[in-house]
Nanobody, 119 residues
Framework: QVQLVESGGGLVQPGGSLTLSCAAS????????MGWYRQAPGKQRELVAA???????NYADSVKGRFTISRDNAKNTVTLQMNSLKPEDTAVYSC?????????????WGQGTQVTVSS
């Protein structure tokens, strides 16, 4: 059984920084794409940032230049460094990881961590 465990959320003032971390536990597997999604109250879940096994990254326009995603393939971890945070970044952030099992894509999700940006 594979589980994703997130850490690092919390309350921060506008302009501040937070680092979210996600670690896989259980059976050691190799993931393909890994990423972070967020969902604010009353809004749909959106992709924040994604990273391939090779390190190619993709960001939502709203976070480009402020957020940085990275991963450690050996440790099966993915990290989201968030700088210059804005109130509109407030949301529940969830870690996602994909892998192929018997020819089918399987998604894994963390439990989510709250990020609140407020003065």
């Amino acid at each position: 059984q594979v589980q994703l465990v997130e850490s690092g959320g919390g309350l921060v003032q506008p302009g501040g920084s937070l680092t979210l971390s996600c670690a896989a536990s259980g059976i050691m597997v190799s993931f393909g794409n890994m990423g972070w999604y967020r969902q604010a109250p009353g809004k749909q879940r959106e992709l924040v940032a994604a990273i391939t096994m090779g390190g190619s990254t993709n960001y939502a326009d709203s976070v480009k230049g402020r957020f940085t995603i990275s991963r450690d393939n050996a440790k099966n971890t993915v990290t989201l460094q968030m700088n210059s945070l804005k109130p509109e970044d407030t949301a529940v952030y969830s870690c996602n990881a994909e892998r192929v099992v018997l020819g089918r894509n399987v998604d894994y999700w963390g439990q989510g961590t709250q990020v609140t940006v407020s003065s």
